[in-house]
């Protein structure tokens, strides 16, 4: 499996993106899918994670309630929406595929498979 992650760019404070994972290789879906974010000079930190299953979803406190995960198993493709962006969510946002069918993980180390991130910019 390979992933690609995508839709990152400038925002301004208060306005919405929404991220796309698309996995090559085989179907993202089957295997629960994080995303991450990392600030620079700090480690990577969890954002939201959904179930292979897309049953079981999951999100930071820090975004609960402006971030939205969601799969199409059709596309092999996990979205992350971003709303009402704040510049301190500003960082580089990666997808990830936890191979392991224990339920929503939010360590990073529990994910084997990363995509190469997509710069979020928020500006004020």
């Known amino acids: 499996v390979q992933l690609q992650a995508s839709g990152g760019g400038p925002v301004q404070s208060g306005g919405s993106l929404r991220l796309s994972c698309v996995a090559s290789g085989r179907p993202s879906t089957r295997f629960g899918v994080g995303w991450f974010r990392q600030f620079p000079g700090k480690e990577r930190e969890y954002v939201a994670a959904?179930?292979?299953?897309?049953?079981?979803?999951d999100y930071a406190d820090a975004v609960k309630g402006r971030f939205t995960i969601s799969g199409d198993n059709d596309e092999n493709t996990v979205f992350l929406g971003m709303h009402d962006l704040k510049s301190e969510d500003t960082a580089i946002y990666y997808c990830a595929v936890d191979l392991q069918p224990l339920g929503i993980r939010t360590d990073p180390t529990a994910y084997s498979i990363w995509g190469q991130g997509t710069l979020v910019t928020v500006s004020s």
């Open positions: 959904i179930s292979g299953s897309g049953k079981t979803i």
